[in-house]
């Protein structure tokens, strides 16, 4: 199922487990790493897409997880012709997407990538949010950084007032108003990113991607 310009209607989904860490799945039988994703059929949402991928790819139900937000917009990307099949050549340029932001509310032990005879993963491992764009195939890294940046915003917030109360501290009051300060850095010799955040902070601000503007590597 195509629109007038060639583009296949897809939903890809953001997974993230209590820490804001994400699902991060690896392709079978490659070195890729990437979302879950697929198409929307004709007659389907994308929220049923979004619900029937998770568990084809993922192995999970709808009450395993928390719809947190999705994007406003298609997102989308063109195919090279070599990733094409010849019979979709000339017609078919590539996906659109929705993507969907979601909180595990189950256990990792739940997750299985063998709920179907046709598995797109063969390893996964929970990953920080801001994901290393160079695993992942090159015609893809744009519309990850645009979903990863439009849907940060809305990470839910780590609170951690209890580590105050277990050590007999109360917290200060601009210990719990002031916004965090993020440290952003990216390792590109290993293609680690990570986000240090300062204990007790609350978010208060939408963290700034590592990749810097127009950067995809």
Request: charged share 30%; proline share 7%; aromatic share 12%.
């Amino acid at each position: 199922m195509l629109d007038r310009e060639g583009f296949r209607p897809n939903v890809g989904i953001i997974l993230l487990n209590q820490k804001n860490q994400v699902f991060w799945g690896k392709r079978i039988r490659t070195h890729s790493w990437q979302f879950p994703q697929g198409g929307i059929d004709r007659g389907e949402s994308p929220e049923q897409a979004m619900f029937r991928e998770l568990h084809e790819e993922v192995g999970l139900q709808p009450e395993h997880v928390r719809i947190v937000a999705r994007t406003r917009d298609w997102l989308r990307y063109e195919v090279p012709d070599r990733f094409i099949r010849r019979d979709a050549r000339g017609h078919y340029k590539g996906q659109k997407q929705i993507w969907y932001l979601l909180q595990l509310m189950a256990h990792d032990w739940q997750l299985n990538l063998r709920a179907t005879n046709h598995p797109e993963f063969d390893a996964w491992r929970w990953n920080d949010y801001w994901v290393p764009l160079d695993v992942v195939v090159e015609f893809k890294r744009g519309v990850y950084e645009m979903a990863l940046t439009e849907l940060a915003r809305f990470l839910p917030r780590q609170e951690h007032r209890n580590r105050y109360l277990r050590g007999g501290m109360r917290p200060r009051e601009h210990d719990e108003l002031a916004p965090i300060q993020t440290q952003d850095r990216y390792d590109r010799r290993s293609g680690d990113p990570s986000m240090a955040l300062p204990p007790g902070a609350v978010r208060e601000r939408v963290p700034r991607s590592p990749f810097g503007p127009g950067d995809e590597s």
